[in-house]
Nanobody
Framework: EVRLVESGGGLVQAGGSLRLSCVVS????????IGWFRQAPGKEREGVGC????????YYPDSVKGRFTISSDNARNTVYLEISRLKPEDTGVYYC?????????????????WGQGTQVTVSP
């Protein structure tokens, strides 16, 4: 059974930092890309970055570039999302997802498995 489990969310003041974790099990960790997504209240889910585990390559959309950093600990099958200089608009549920497609960055439909999400709330 494939599982992705996010953790590390919480209530943080604006300007602070947070590190989210995504522990992956049940698949070949080296062969996938892991994406991070967030969904703010009343908004669509948006991608905030991804990492190719095999190559270590990362991608970030312009909206988060410079504040979001994705890394992996392959020995622990874990991917991290570090967010710095948090803003209230970063509030939302953060999800990780795995995919083994061939696009880079992966298209949304190429993500096969999703975690349950972790809530991040940034206070002004």
């Amino acid at each position: 059974e494939v599982r992705l489990v996010e953790s590390g969310g919480g209530l943080v003041q604006a300007g602070g930092s947070l590190r989210l974790s995504c522990v992956v099990s049940g698949l070949d960790f080296d062969d996938v890309a892991i994406g991070w997504f967030r969904q703010a209240p009343g908004k669509e889910r948006e991608g905030v970055g991804c990492i190719s585990i095999n190559h270590g390559t990362t991608y970030y959309p312009d909206s988060v570039k410079g504040r979001f950093t994705i890394s992996s600990d392959n020995a622990r099958n874990t991917v991290y999302l570090e967010i710095s200089r948090l803003k209230p608009e970063d509030t939302g549920v953060y999800y990780c997802a795995s995919g083994d497609g061939f696009s880079w960055p992966p298209a949304r439909y190429e993500y096969d498995y999703w975690g349950q999400g972790t809530q991040v709330t940034v206070s002004p």
